[in-house]
């Protein structure tokens, strides 16, 4: 038995048939520094309701796998330490054994399968590393969105990967990569890469009659929908080269590797721009909860 446990919200929008919207964990424990990792995450939730939906933060805490945190889990979890990261690989050893984790893209998408839930909002999927062809470093999510049907609206892959390798693993694997309203794939705290988007739809309408008809047909993985960052909170492409250079540098130099490479290179970049990623990070993955939403709810209205 999975123990899974539902917030009384979440089970209340499960029973009645309301849009639930997923949320991941690992953004809080080690995506930003605390204060702003707690109200981020409340920001975020409070963007779903806003938008009509019932927000999950999903999380292993003490072996129990909760699908819909209370403000008091949401708030313990921001100010723990030594807290898992969880991917694919870690979840099922973490649930088993009592521990408490986070959740990356890729658990996050399991949990969220498991418990019927169509629609994940983040800030940024992992991806290929740059120097993969000697680090070997490719993120579990890539993996994870060619297995599990679920919709993971982000804002695009950081720029600390790197990008054209990424899209070209997404594509062996299957995955559509769709832009929303714009031809470029948009960068995370930019909104353009520079490359092409593989697929572009602009409305809800699409992008769940896309998800329904992969569903139809028997396709295994989901749908990377990519969200630019509104205009009025991103920093330009090349602004940030600099910065993620540097980064990557410094974990070069210190010798960082696995698990611990994205969490080094989000601080280093944090306060390399003093704080300006993080401002942009705040923004971008609210926009993506607001779209979130109204792709749960056109979905549940296109399910009727
Ligand atoms: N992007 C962010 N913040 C994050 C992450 C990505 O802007 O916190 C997290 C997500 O949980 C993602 C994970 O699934 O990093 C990828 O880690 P790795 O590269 O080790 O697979
Ligand atoms: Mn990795």
């Not at 306060?271 to 056109?298: D, Y």
Request: glycine content about 8%; proline content about 5%; charged content about 20%.
């Amino acid at each position: 038995m999975i123990p899974l446990q539902f917030s009384p919200e979440v089970a209340e929008a499960r029973a009645s048939g309301a849009p639930v919207v997923a949320l991941e964990s690992t953004i809080i424990t080690h995506g930003m520094p605390q204060p702003h990792n707690l109200d981020t995450a409340r920001k975020v939730e409070a963007a779903v309701r806003a938008a009509g939906a019932v927000p999950a933060t999903i999380a292993v805490l003490k072996g129990q796998l909760h699908i819909g945190l209370s403000d008091a889990q949401l708030m313990a979890l921001s100010r723990a330490v030594d807290v898992m990261k969880l991917s694919r690989a870690d979840l099922a050893v973490a649930i088993a054994t009592g521990a408490t984790g986070a959740t990356t893209v890729a658990a996050t998408m399991i949990a969220a399968h498991l418990a019927g839930i169509d629609v994940f909002a983040t800030g940024g999927i992992g991806g290929v590393h740059r120097g993969a062809a000697d680090s070997f470093d490719i993120s579990a999510d890539l993996r994870e969105l060619a297995l599990t049907p679920v919709s993971v609206v982000c804002a695009g892959a950081k720029a600390i990967l790197d990008l054209p390798k990424t899209l070209e693993v997404l594509e062996t694997c299957g995955v559509p990569v769709i832009a929303v309203g714009q031809d470029d794939l948009p960068a995370f705290w930019s909104r353009s890469s520079g490359l092409s988007a593989p697929l572009r739809l602009d409305t809800c309408r699409d992008l769940v009659r896309a998800h329904l008809m992969r569903r139809d047909m028997g396709l295994t993985g989901g749908q990377l929908i990519t969200n630019p960052i509104p205009q009025a909170d991103e920093i330009p492409f090349d602004e940030m080269q600099i910065a993620v250079e540097t980064a990557l540098g410094d974990a070069e130099v210190l010798g960082v590797t696995g698990k611990a490479v994205t969490p080094f290179l989000l601080t280093r970049i944090y306060e390399l721009t003093a704080g300006r990623s993080l401002t942009a990070n705040i923004a971008l993955v609210v926009n993506n909860a607001q779209l979130a939403a109204g792709i749960a709810r056109e979905l549940r209205n296109l399910e009727m």
